[in-house]
């Protein structure tokens, strides 16, 4: 989730999506191979981006799939994280949490250990964004400025959804979380809309069924 015109100006390419680590961190987010690109101005919700939300989707998808398949007869599909670094928003993630739980059924978020993916905090000019480690593992990093300026839950919310499969939609009005910050700091809203819901329990349903572990 970015600033409206900071994200056009500042959002990650593919590379950065899936490689890049911010430049200060106060807990420093796993180290990846190939730099960012220097320049972000062209960005307008670009095809690159759209896949690297895709990668950072499937990594935490077959995380739970090996989880499951080690353990036959598991029905609830549960998603864990680790928020151990990011302590300062503890409470965000908590809130963001609760909200998707009681927002869908076939997917549960769960903090615990051996988790399938992680939640970092620092600077980053990026803002927050979720990505991969490039080894199959997925994180969330959470900028310290941004959550200053938006709604830190929804922030959080936001880059949660990334998680469970939804794409960043900026153009979207303020009722569609994954508008992100595109309709600007005084939008409040949290909470995934209608279809926001229906597609995550699709792809949650769907994604596993066809990977045989349903």
Not at 66 to 85: C, D, F, I, L
Not at 97 to 110: A, D, E, G, H, P
Request: net charge positive; aromatic share 8%; charged share 15%.
């Amino acid at each position: 989730m970015r600033h409206p015109k900071a994200a056009l100006a500042a959002a990650l390419s593919l590379a950065a999506a899936l490689a890049a680590v911010p430049a200060a961190t106060a807990t420093a987010a796993p180290a990846a191979p190939a730099a960012a690109p220097s320049s972000y101005a062209a960005y307008a919700g670009s095809a690159e981006d759209a896949r690297a939300n895709r990668a950072f989707f499937e990594a935490v998808m077959e995380s739970v799939a090996r989880k499951r398949a080690a353990v036959p007869g598991t029905q609830a599909v549960t998603v864990v994280y680790s928020a151990a670094n990011a302590p300062s928003f503890r409470t965000q993630i908590a809130r963001s949490t609760q909200i998707w739980n009681s927002s869908v059924s076939n997917v549960k978020l769960q903090e615990g250990s051996n988790p399938d993916f992680r939640y970092y905090e620092g600077n980053d000019s990026r803002g927050s964004y979720a990505s991969t480690d490039g080894h199959g593992r997925g994180y969330i990093f959470l900028d310290y400025r941004q959550n200053q300026t938006y709604n830190s839950t929804r922030v959080t919310a936001h880059e949660t959804g990334h998680v469970l499969g939804l794409p960043d939609h900026y153009s979207g009005p303020c009722s569609e979380l994954m508008s992100g910050g595109g309709p600007g700091p005084s939008c409040q809203n949290a909470q995934p809309n209608t279809q926001e819901r229906a597609r995550v329990d699709y792809l949650w349903r769907n994604g596993l069924t066809a990977a045989g572990i349903s």
